[in-house]
């Protein structure tokens, strides 16, 4: 062991602890300041004005969200190494006095600095002042307009289309409602199924120069517009023509029955109607009640009360149909009145 310390390597790790022990004798000792940056150090406002809350202002820019406590600054502190090396986000507190801001315009406030743990100053602020921009609320009513594209299924025609929000009002900074200069929703005819009657779409709101605006920086009353409408299409289908009230008693003044039967193009009912081909124009829905099965129709109504004797009209016309469906061509058909004899 006496050996050791007579050699080189032991010289070298004296100097290195004696350099160790000088150095923390000149930090902690000789020249214990020491400085420290802390960084996202919150920002809280006081003295905010109640039109802030009560909707008539707004801050934009750059520290729009000071309010919520989401603009973050850095501090750069000095004090005793001991004492300052321990300083963390949570021991400062940073103060933004928002009282001179009651009106619209922009600001720049210096804020103040709170350090919980004593012997700590401050040193620098970054940034110096925060700027902050308040703008007054406004409010406007935009038209939704309707824009199309596509190409609407084969064999079908769109009508009785209906936007049914056709205005949305928008609230926000002055600034941004602004520019606002019209809204658009885009009904694309390639998502149409042919039994859809309405769809919901997307409001986009544009500026005069045709670019879209985004619409999270102010608030809607709606973010959908919903467009109901009716997809018609055309189709040959087989029905029976009968008279109307063909299957009630009618008579005429005197008391005595009359039966009615119509005749024309089509196969003749042991009923008195008529079998025939007809087209028709419905939605895909409306047309199917009329593509299993040979479906009954009706004439226009037939006064019989003034008959008491056979008659036949010559071209009575088949009466509107129900249910959103229309003839393409309206048939017409010759009724027969036959007067019998009550026994």
């Not at 080189?8 to 350099?19: D, E, G, H, L, T």
């Not at 087209?279 to 009954?296: C, H, N, P, Q, V």
């Not at 109504?301 to 129900?322: C, N, Q, R």
């Amino acid at each position: 062991m006496k050996k050791f310390y007579k050699t080189n390597a032991f010289f070298a790790v004296a100097s290195v602890i004696m350099a160790v022990l000088i150095w923390a004798y000149v930090a902690y000792e000789v020249s214990p300041m020491h400085e420290v940056l802390v960084s996202n150090v919150s920002v809280k406002c006081t003295n905010v004005s109640e039109l802030f809350e009560d909707g008539s202002m707004v801050l934009t820019g750059e520290n729009s969200e000071i309010l919520k406590g989401n603009s973050k600054i850095q501090v750069r502190l000095k004090g005793k190494r001991n004492v300052v090396c321990h300083v963390k986000e949570k021991n400062i507190t940073c103060y933004l006095d928002m009282g001179s801001v009651k009106r619209a315009g922009t600001y720049s406030i210096k804020p103040s600095i709170d350090c919980e743990i004593s012997g700590v100053d401050v040193v620098k602020i970054e940034p110096y002042k925060l700027r902050v921009k308040a703008e007054n609320i406004e409010q406007k009513d935009i038209k939704v307009n309707i824009k199309t594209s596509g190409k609407l299924p084969d064999g079908y025609t769109l009508e009785d289309v209906k936007n049914h929000n056709e205005t949305v009002k928008i609230t926000g900074a002055s600034s941004v409602i602004s520019i606002v200069d019209r809204a658009e929703v885009l009904f694309d005819y390639n998502t149409i199924s042919t039994k859809d009657s309405e769809k919901v779409c997307k409001i986009e709101f544009y500026d005069k120069n045709s670019r879209i605006i985004d619409s999270t920086n102010f608030k809607k009353t709606v973010e959908n517009s919903k467009i109901s409408f009716n997809l018609y299409t055309v189709k040959e289908v087989n029905v029976v023509l009968m008279p109307k009230y063909a299957d009630e008693v009618n008579k005429n003044h005197y008391g005595k029955s009359v039966k009615l039967s119509v005749s024309g193009d089509g196969t003749q009912t042991k009923a008195g109607g008529l079998e025939m081909k007809v087209k028709l124009k419905g939605t895909f829905a409306a047309l199917e009640k009329y593509s299993d099965s040979k479906r009954i129709v009706y004439t226009e109504d037939i006064d019989v009360s003034g008959i008491y004797t056979g008659k036949t009209f010559e071209k009575v016309k088949a009466a509107e149909l129900a249910n959103s469906v229309w003839y393409v061509d309206v048939p017409e058909v010759k009724v027969k009145a036959t007067v019998e004899d009550n026994k």
